[in-house]
T-cell receptor, first 114, second 111 residues
Framework: NAGVMQNPRHLVRRRGQEARLRCSPMKGHSHVYWYRQLPEEGLKFMVYLQKENIIDESGMPKERFSAEFPKEGPSILRIQQVVRGDSAAYFC????????????FGDGTRLSIL | GEDVEQSLFLSVREGDSSVINCTYTDSSSTYLYWYKQEPGAGLQLLTYIFSNMDMKQDQRLTVLLNKKDKHLSLRIADTQTGDSAIYFCAERGNTGNQFYFGTGTSLTVIP
């Protein structure tokens, strides 16, 4: 009974490169959420997606960041032209439909920018 | 956005009880959650409470909710060294789409 799967666990990029982070939700979960955790801080919401739709992207930076959750395959968080300040742990969570459903988290992708 | 606050550190001796406190601002929150994060890992859902409840008990964990004061606590009975971790409280935003997390309380259990 696999949980939320994120890959890669660690990602190193040089400034200006692109980073792609993947998330496969738990079986039966149709809602995906992305959060960012800076060192010694709590998690900050970035975006909420359902299949083929972005529902709430109020936490996403306006530039360089994008997210998708296609009909087939994992959800992707894409960061273009990365900068040092993008270094963080990025967590994906998934839930079933319904306002009372808890979110279940993956182990995160730790992004380091050289 | 909503504001969720926690104290940063807590140390207890093995076998004692731990109480981790959290305050939040959104009075319309319907559910409040406690998550545990071990080093290098994701967040593990521990328990959650519906806002019309005052208390919820689950084995060694007891959650108390004072909705009037917007105060949530997590009590861990007979704390063990394996309980050392960061504990986050979270409230579901009024749109239902996102969770608002506190900064986390780092619990250290002293043998």
């Amino acid at each position: 009974n696999a949980g939320v799967m994120q890959n890669p666990r660690h990602l190193v990029r040089r400034r200006g490169q692109e980073a792609r982070l993947r998330c496969s939700p738990m079986k039966g979960h149709s809602h995906v959420y992305w959060y960012r955790q800076l060192p010694e801080e709590g998690l900050k919401f970035m975006v909420y997606l359902q299949k083929e739709n972005i529902i709430d992207e109020s936490g996403m930076p306006k530039e360089r960041f994008s997210a998708e959750f296609p009909k087939e395959g994992p959800s992707i968080l894409r960061i273009q032209q990365v900068v040092r300040g993008d270094s963080a742990a990025y967590f994906c969570a998934s839930s079933r439909a319904g306002s009372n459903q808890p979110q279940h988290f993956g182990d995160g992708t730790r992004l380091s920018i050289l | 956005g909503e504001d969720v606050e926690q104290s940063l550190f807590l140390s207890v001796r093995e076998g004692d009880s731990s109480v981790i406190n959290c305050t939040y601002t959104d009075s319309s929150s319907t559910y409040l959650y406690w998550y545990k994060q071990e080093p290098g890992a994701g967040l593990q859902l521990l328990t959650y409470i519906f806002s019309n409840m005052d208390m919820k008990q689950d084995q060694r964990l007891t959650v108390l909710l004072n909705k009037k004061d917007k105060h949530l606590s997590l009590r861990i009975a007979d704390t063990q060294t394996g309980d050392s971790a960061i504990y986050f409280c979270a409230e579901r935003g009024n749109t239902g789409n996102q969770f608002y997390f506190g900064t986390g309380t780092s619990l250290t259990v002293i043998p």
